[in-house]
């Protein structure tokens, strides 16, 4: 568990790595809102697409095993960027697709800490190991600071520290269940999705409850700079407060759910998400309490990705490698959408506001789907489960 919540929290510190220097690499390389959104969504959108392949990889070769090779290629890939610097916006987006494959550790870490447990504390399980996307304050907290202090390109090289140091421990004592992995196809992830609707509404709260998560943590340094004016150091700050509180909360919702269901957790965090990101729209309160707003919202949104994965063993528990790709995937993809239509809405439109509406009503769309699919999953599926639905 330790070694998975290690490299998960690593991984996710440089995937992420993007968001809190972007007001200082858009300084240096002259991007406009646009570019910026897109150099920090790119990253989110390659590991998501990579989670696909790096789930069946790890059913081939090992959880253990997989995770070595990536942090390998994500390690090789910065020290390229230190050694040899990045100069354009071309070769920033080339580094930000390299950081992806650190976003497709989700499907290393999650299987990795699952397969060791049974399932009624499953969500208590892959919630403490999915606490590594904390590693997004770790970067937003050191991050701008760095670059304040040495010039952004420095902080490639220094992130490899840490890398190398956890890839050492990971290496070391991480390792796979004692249990049998049936080997898997990219044609497995067709039989799971095609006439299965319950993939497809796993796949749709998960690009709420992550993609929310993840996609704010890409933008919140860029808004706080643009809407309030914070330097980078202030921006990432305000950001890492954000973060932890969603990062923190992500082990706490899976106990949640644990005890009083999945479905019902993910019913209030999408109607609280709701509310409060409508208030950040509306403009209430100046810069301490919109921070306070989002701070609250992420620590719904992680409480949300928590109960998710209460519930996917439960439902999936022979393609739970699968599963974990696509509804990673799929998370991924919701963050894409979010941070790069965040940067186009406010380079188009002058604004975040409408970006922010939309992913409201978003959250209370998905708010009325679970309504209606909760009573059909406690009839059908959770009445041979241990654990809450």
Known sequence: MLSAFLYFDLSFMVWYLLGPLQVQIAQALQLDTQQR??????PILCGAVLRLFLGLLADRIGAKRTGVLAQVVVIAALL?????????????????????????SFAVALPL?????PPQHQGTALGIAGAGNSGTVLAALFAPM???????QQVFGLAC??????????ARWAKDAPV????RHLSDYGRVLVGNRDSWWFMLFYAVTFGGFVGFAGVLPGYFHDEFGFSPKAAGWATAACVMAGSGMRPLGGVMADRIGGTRTLQAVYVAVAVLIAAVALGIGGAAATVALFVVALLCLGAGNGAVFQLVPQRFAADIGLMTG?????????????????????QHVGSYALGLWLFAGIALAASLCLVGVKQRWRVHWAATSAARV
């Open 180 to 183: 049998t992995v049936p080997q």
């Open 326 to 346: 696509l509804i990673g995937m799929a998370g991924g993809v919701g963050g894409f959408l979010l941070a790069a239509g965040m940067g186009v809405l406010k």
């Open 37 to 42: 959104a897109l150099m920090v969504a790119v």
């Open 146 to 152: 760095l670059a304040t202090a040495f010039g952004f």
């Open 161 to 170: 520290i840490p890398l190398v140091l956890v890839l050492l421990v990971f």
């Open 80 to 104: 390229a960027a230190w050694t040899l610097g990045v100069h354009s916006f071309a070769q920033m987006l080339l580094l930000g697709a390299m950081l992806g494959v650190a976003g497709a």
């Open 113 to 117: 800490a699952s397969r060791w447990y």
